[in-house]
């Protein structure tokens, strides 16, 4: 019983967090429109506070890569946290070892591998950008995603061992 509401509660968190992520993504795709395409000043205060003005005045290409990059992360991190939730319904407590949950968890591993790549390649940007005296404030968490999804990818090889074992018990009975 208590397990049952720990799932229960861990898919309203993930929905949660999707739904706040996806926001967050819209947000910034909005912002980063109205700045370009509508009013120039907006770089100033694209959301949450991010100020990019000084990265506009370097050079736009650069600013859109940056944008690109951040939005990117966004939509990736929003889609790990739907696979997430895809994962919590379709959990089966009866029989919890089976072939769709593990390529599921399999997936997450690959898109939070492919995001900590993703931020990486944000974070050096930022950083080559911070040379030439632009700061961005913007935390891109590269090393959290890698981690993760060595982590993640871990659980799904002991999870695929439980199917394995899962299917020689019932060829046995």
Same mark, same amino acid.
């Given at each position: 019983?208590?397990?049952?509401?720990? !799932?229960?509660?861990?898919?309203?968190?993930?929905?949660?967090?999707?739904? &706040?992520?996806?926001?967050?993504?819209?947000?910034?795709?909005?912002?980063?429109?109205?700045?370009?395409?509508?009013?120039? *000043?907006?770089?100033?205060?694209?959301?949450?506070?991010?100020?990019?003005?000084? #990265?506009? *005045? /370097?050079?736009?290409?650069?600013?859109?890569?940056?944008?690109?990059?951040?939005?990117?992360? #966004?939509? #990736?991190?929003?889609?790990? /946290?739907?696979?997430?939730?895809?994962?919590?319904?379709?959990?089966? %407590?009866?029989?919890? /070892?089976?072939? %769709? !949950?593990?390529?599921?968890?399999?997936?997450?591993?690959?898109?939070?591998?492919?995001?900590?790549?993703?931020?990486?390649? &944000?974070?050096?940007?930022?950083?080559?950008?911070?040379?030439?005296?632009?700061?961005?404030?913007?935390?891109?968490?590269?090393?959290? /995603? #890698?981690?993760?999804?060595?982590?993640?990818?871990?659980?799904? !090889?002991?999870?695929?061992? &439980?199917?394995?074992?899962?299917? %020689?018990? %019932?060829?046995?009975?």
């Amino acid at each position: 019983m208590k397990t049952n509401k720990i !799932l229960s509660t861990m898919k309203v968190v993930s929905w949660a967090i999707f739904i &706040g992520l996806c926001i967050k993504a819209g947000a910034i795709i909005i912002s980063s429109f109205v700045s370009l395409f509508v009013n120039q *000043e907006a770089n100033k205060d694209l959301y949450l506070g991010l100020n990019l003005s000084t #990265l506009y *005045e /370097f050079g736009v290409g650069h600013y859109v890569t940056l944008l690109a990059f951040m939005i990117l992360l #966004l939509i #990736l991190q929003a889609y790990i /946290f739907f696979l997430v939730t895809k994962l919590f319904s379709k959990f089966n %407590e009866h029989s919890p /070892f089976n072939q %769709e !949950l593990s390529n599921l968890i399999i997936k997450i591993s690959y898109f939070s591998l492919f995001t900590g790549l993703i931020a990486l390649i &944000g974070t050096g940007y930022s950083k080559w950008l911070g040379n030439k005296d632009i700061l961005i404030p913007f935390d891109w968490g590269a090393e959290e /995603f #890698l981690f993760m999804a060595g982590v993640i990818f871990i659980v799904a !090889l002991f999870y695929k061992r &439980g199917i394995e074992i899962q299917s %020689e018990n %019932e060829l046995t009975v």
